[in-house]
């Protein structure tokens, strides 16, 4: 079992920063891959970002490349996703991910809402 907790979400007007942090515990594991999903209202849920256990693989979603990084730090099993010059279509709730073997593991999910 693997839980993950996000925290950092809040208001923010576009143009703006937020940095969302996950802390995982339980079965963790620094050697899983950990990724940022989305889901706005009346959407699916949509990826945003992993990074490998190590760091040396990072992809991004289209939409928030060159906006927003994924970093991590393994000593405090702790995933972050900054994000930078904020849009209103960003407004969504961020889940933190990982899969442990066949098994997703998801957060409890983290409100960014960005004002126009």
């Known amino acids: 079992q693997v839980q993950l907790v996000e925290s950092g979400g809040g208001l923010v007007q576009a143009g703006g920063s937020l940095r969302l942090s996950c802390e995982a515990s339980?079965?963790?594991?620094?050697?899983?891959?950990m990724a940022w999903f989305r889901q706005a209202p009346g959407k699916e849920r949509e990826f945003v970002a992993d990074?490998?256990?190590?760091?040396?693989?990072?992809s991004y979603a289209v939409f928030v490349k060159g906006r927003f990084t994924i970093s991590r730090d393994n000593a405090k099993n702790t995933v972050y996703l900054q994000m930078n010059s904020l849009k209103p279509d960003d407004t969504a709730v961020y889940y933190c991910?990982?899969?442990?073997?066949?098994?997703?593991?998801w957060g409890q999910g983290a409100q960014v809402t960005v004002s126009s």
């Open positions: 339980g079965r963790t594991g620094s050697r899983y891959a």
């Open positions: 991910n990982t899969r442990v073997g066949a098994t997703d593991y």
């Open positions: 990074i490998s256990w190590n760091g040396a693989i990072i």
